[in-house]
């Protein structure tokens, strides 16, 4: 009787804890990271009653979680990996459409620019298309400054997200920490729902810094950067920090500080979406902040160079029409020397504006990548006879003693941009003449006629002297009386920083006077030549146009922002994978929930029967007794 009873008891309690853990799974079936459950059963040891043993019924032995961890690894690695790109994307995204869109990006002002200089070349007298061309300049200029800003912005970001991510960071690494102390303590008695936890604190924390978990003995689980680095061992968890970069403050590094020390932790030792943060500031941002100064530094001194061959309406030569920002150099916070080095813009077509750190070795300059390593050649000493030269930027030291081992950063164009600015106001300012003329006399008989003057060195002090052009005969002319020179036919003459080409045949005694411009020309000769800037092969060594350069800018950036969207569709898709797998071990089924619950339902209805018909026995024994 009493085994009867026993074993409906024991029976009753096993199936009442495992209706509550079905009941568990099912209550959980929409919280993130939770592994179903699964009563694990098995019969009781029985009692000797004098014929053998006999059976007590069944009981819990345990309440397993439904877990792999090769899936959950698999998930982990693909969680990271997804927050990362999709860091990046959102980001690129973002640089795509401000580069894209007439409303924002540099092509339609741009294109207006040289349309008004177009405009101008047609009728170069007019005030009105004088001041149409300043307000294009300004326009321009305007553009470059906002677009500038708007990618100073993005940098803000970052180093807000890098902040954030910090914080974060470390609140889960100290809670990770604080769970794998209480699971090391008793690991077999810790509940599947602490676990669960932990997986997924480590889950968030992997999808902020990327990397790996490893399991160690006694159940604990060490957390570790993409890069390697210890974010959680054991029951410790280490501290991330932001620290202000060497060489620019205004921008934020991310480092792991133990025992005093920080170990800075580069684009290569994180991932998760603080490092989608730090590749996309690398390898997006600021080279699209670099190329849009090198198209703006370029525009600037290509057309102040034309510009200044060409003569106003008050009859001077023109000056700057754009005013030209310098190439920032930013000296290491931790240099011990004195120096200061002064650079300026060189070789335009020699200058790429990618950045270059310069390492003084104790007794020559070096020059390198800062991101790779990778010499860069650099030549001369830094005296203003023998600038240091590389890159196409020339520096001087200026002051001062450097010590070996200090560092400089040179960014040739970045933030050029942001500063380029329109250098006149006054319309007639606007050098459209060519400050020289050249004239025929009238008593020549020869069939030569002028053709293709031109200014070849504005700097030439005598270039508006008059000059006189002598011919001998058919093959030799005189320079106010100097020479003979020989002559060809189509032969360029050149002269005091000007050129000029004949065509037909001079005659013995021809003449031609070249002399100044006057004032309030309405010659257009400099403004043609401004109007077709845009089409001069004046970068990368003279391959590429200013307009090459415009459209390479947003397409690069453009492909950039394709890349990483691609690359973040292809993740989610292993994601969603991954996700899958670790869901068919661990992921609750409501179909086979429900079946169970019917099932055990029964199970225990029957195990209260039991009882029920143990106790009827019961009173029936009584009954007789009493009788």
Not at 136 to 163: C, M
Not at 227 to 251: C, F, I, N
Not at 497 to 511: N, R
Request: glycine share 12%; net charge negative.
């Amino acid at each position: 009787m009493s085994n009867l009873l026993a074993t409906g008891s024991n029976a009753l309690l096993a199936f009442q804890r495992a209706l509550s853990t079905v009941s568990h799974n099912v209550a959980n079936i929409n919280t993130p990271g939770y592994s179903r459950q699964r009563a694990e059963f098995e019969a009781r040891d029985g009692t000797f009653n004098g014929y053998g043993y006999q059976g007590n019924g069944v009981q819990i032995v345990d309440i397993r979680r439904m877990a792999d961890s090769l899936a959950t690894s698999r998930l982990l690695d693909a969680g990271g990996e997804l927050s990362r790109l999709q860091q990046l994307s959102v980001l690129s995204g973002r640089m795509d459409t401000l580069f894209s869109e007439a409303a924002t990006g540099i092509s339609a002002p741009w294109s207006g620019f040289f349309d008004s200089v177009s405009a101008l070349s047609s009728n170069a007298a007019s005030s009105a298309e004088r001041e149409n061309l300043l307000a294009q300049a300004k326009a321009l200029v305007t553009r470059f400054n906002q677009i500038d800003k708007h990618l100073d912005g993005l940098n803000d970001e970052v180093n807000s997200g890098l902040i954030a991510g910090v914080d974060e960071v470390n609140r889960l690494a100290n809670e990770i920490a604080q769970l794998n102390g209480k699971i090391g303590s008793n690991a077999t008695a810790s509940s599947g729902d602490l676990l669960d936890r932990r997986d997924q604190l480590i889950s968030q924390l992997v999808s902020y810094t990327g990397g790996t978990a490893v399991t160690q003995d006694g159940g604990q689980i060490n957390v570790f950067t993409a890069g390697g680095q210890p974010l959680v061992v054991g029951a410790t968890a280490s501290k991330l920090v932001t620290m202000s970069d060497p060489y620019q403050p205004e921008r934020l590094q991310v480092a792991l500080e133990t025992n005093g020390q920080r170990t800075t932790l580069g684009q290569n030792g994180l991932g998760g979406q603080m490092g989608g943060l730090l590749e996309f500031r690398n390898t997006v941002l600021d080279p699209a902040v670099a190329e849009l100064g090198r198209v703006a530094v370029s525009l600037a001194e290509t057309f102040n160079a034309g510009h200044a061959g060409g003569m106003d309406l008050y009859g001077q030569l023109g000056g700057d029409f754009f005013s030209v920002p310098s190439p920032k150099i930013s000296a290491h916070s931790g240099n011990s020397g004195d120096a200061v080095l002064q650079p300026a813009l060189g070789d335009l077509s020699a200058l790429n504006g990618q950045n270059v750190l310069l390492r003084f070795d104790g007794s020559n300059w070096v020059a390198t990548h800062p991101d790779t390593g990778a010499a860069i050649p650099i030549s001369g000493s830094g005296t203003a006879a023998d600038p240091l030269v590389v890159n196409g930027v020339e520096l001087v030291l200026a002051s001062g003693t450097p010590a070996t081992n200090d560092r400089f950063l040179l960014q040739p164009t970045a933030g050029a941009a942001g500063t380029i600015g329109v250098a006149i106001t006054d319309p007639s300012r606007i050098a459209a003449a060519t400050p020289i003329r050249a004239d025929a006399d009238l008593a020549n008989i020869g069939t030569g006629k002028l053709s293709g003057l031109q200014v070849t060195d504005a700097g030439n002090a005598d270039l508006l002297t008059p000059v006189a052009i002598e011919f001998i005969d058919a093959n030799q002319y005189t320079i106010d009386g100097a020479g003979p020179f020989a002559y060809s036919a189509g032969q360029t003459i050149s002269h005091n920083g000007w050129s000029l080409v004949l065509d037909g045949a001079p005659a013995a005694g021809d003449t031609f006077n070249v002399s100044a411009n006057g004032a309030n020309s309405s010659d257009n000769g400099n403004a043609n030549l401004l109007a077709n800037l845009d089409d001069a092969r004046v970068l990368n060594g003279g391959t590429t146009t200013l307009n090459g350069a415009v459209s390479g800018l947003t397409t690069s950036v453009g492909s950039a922002a394709r890349q990483a969207d691609y690359s973040a569709e292809a993740q989610q898709v292993i994601y969603d994978q991954a996700q899958a797998a670790r869901d068919s071990i661990s992921g609750v089924n409501l179909d086979e929930e429900a079946a169970d619950l019917m099932r055990l339902q029964q199970a225990y209805q029957a195990a209260a029967q039991i009882i029920s018909t143990a106790d009827t026995i019961f009173q029936s024994l009584l009954s007789a007794v009493r009788r």
